[in-house]
């Protein structure tokens, strides 16, 4: 059964940062894409950042230079680092297994100003 179990979202003003933990079990992951996409109030769910088995990386344009990805393949966990946040950046973001239909439970992010 694959699960995906986000953490570490939470409240914080504008220039602060947050991590989010992804914890995927149930299929191999250590060789499957990953990204973290998010969905704020009245928009359509977007895709913030991905990583491939090898490492490779894409990100949105609006998160370039402050967001990082990156995963732990020994813990199954891919990580996502959140710097100098906005309040354009509040959404629930959400970790997903590219190419399946399975996504985590969300976490939710706010960024006050």
């Known amino acids: 059964q694959v699960q995906l179990v986000e953490s570490g979202g939470g409240l914080v003003q504008a220039g602060e940062s947050l991590m989010l933990s992804c914890t995927a079990s149930?299929?191999?992951?250590?060789?499957?894409?990953m990204g973290w996409y998010r969905q704020a109030p009245g928009k359509q769910r977007e895709l913030v950042t991905s990583i491939t088995g090898g490492g490779g990386t894409y990100y949105a344009d609006s998160v370039k230079g402050r967001f990082t990805i990156s995963r732990d393949n020994t813990k199954n966990t891919m990580y996502l680092q959140m710097n100098r946040l906005k309040p354009e950046d509040t959404a629930v973001y959400y970790c997903?297994?590219?190419?399946?239909?399975?996504w985590g439970q969300g976490t939710q992010v706010t960024v006050s100003s």
């Open positions: 149930g299929y191999i992951f250590s060789i499957s894409q």
């Open positions: 997903h297994w590219i190419g399946s239909n399975h």
